[in-house]
């Protein structure tokens, strides 16, 4: 059986009190498998799923990261913050970040130094948007996040790395990239951190993919062969739909 990353990303959805019960549900239902599980919830419920998750196999992940240990930066969270809590990983430069925050590449790979200086993993998100795709960019895009986001991070460093592909164009729209060309793109990716690092990197990182993973598409997705888990956000917010994709048989 291939072992996955299976992730959940609940973006600005559930207040605490939903955020908990969801959790307890996932531990219990999730606890067999053997897949790597990490939940993202919104930063006011990370210490109450911190409580439910304690002790299980679901890791606990944020959503983002301030660039800075403290200071003066209203509305952003420390990694100090962040680790009294008990995360363990850090979701940086999800699209919507980079999109709807303008967070730049620069910007991205402070904060990934940063999380590796106070040892979380760090799930870097790229991808490209659909004019950049139909432009022909799309090499262009990945290569250039990549090569910034993980600007002075050592090969060592690279193994509390993962990246995750998410085509800005499938992110909660319901339409996937498609099996063939998700691969494609990590193949590409592996080539490049080859180029980066070593073969042995490339060959050792795990690449999620992201973008409207549903029940329906996880199985022809994670079989492909450069493909080793998900980043997963509407689908794992409902227990009918994050169950059977953690728990996916390939
Ligand atoms: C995400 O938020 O990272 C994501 C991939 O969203 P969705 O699964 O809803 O497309």
């Known amino acids: ?19 908990v019960s969801f959790a307890k ?6 606890s067999a498998t053997s897949h790597t599980l990490m939940v ?27 660039q800075e240990e403290s200071g003066a930066h209203t509305g952003e969270i420390s990694p100090l913050m962040l680790k009294e809590i008990g995360v363990s990983t850090v979701i940086l430069g999800h699209s919507e970040r980079r999109h709807t925050y303008l967070e730049s590449n620069e910007l991205i790979n402070k904060k990934v130094l940063l999380a590796l200086k106070h040892n979380f993993e760090v799930i870097l998100c790229i ?18 996040q990549l090569e910034k986001g993980l600007a002075g991070v050592s090969k060592e460093a690279m193994r509390s790395i993962v990246i995750a592909y998410e085509p800005v ?10 099996p063939d060309d998700a691969e494609a793109v990590h193949v590409f990716i592996r080539n490049v951190l080859a180029k980066m690092y070593s073969d042995e990197v490339a060959k050792n990182t795990i690449i999620q993919y992201g973008g409207s993973v549903k029940p329906e598409n996880i199985q022809a997705l994670m079989s492909m062969p450069n493909i080793n888990g998900a ?20």
């Open 231 to 250: 980043l997963v956000g509407g689908a794992s917010l409902k227990e009918d739909q994050f169950v059977p994709i953690a728990t996916v048989v390939v």
């Open 25 to 30: 549900i996932l531990r219990e239902r999730l």
């Open 127 to 144: 991808g490209e948007t659909l004019a950049e795709r139909e432009s022909g960019k799309l090499e262009q895009v990945i290569h250039e």
């Open 1 to 19: 059986m291939k072992h996955l990353y299976i992730a959940g990303n609940w973006k600005m959805h559930k207040t605490i009190e939903e955020a």
């Open 169 to 178: 164009w499938a992110i909660g729209t319901g339409k996937n990239a498609t």
């Open 40 to 66: 993202a919830p919104p930063f006011t419920a990370l210490a109450s799923v911190a409580q439910v998750l304690k002790g299980s196999n679901i890791r606990l992940g944020a959503q983002n990261m301030g």
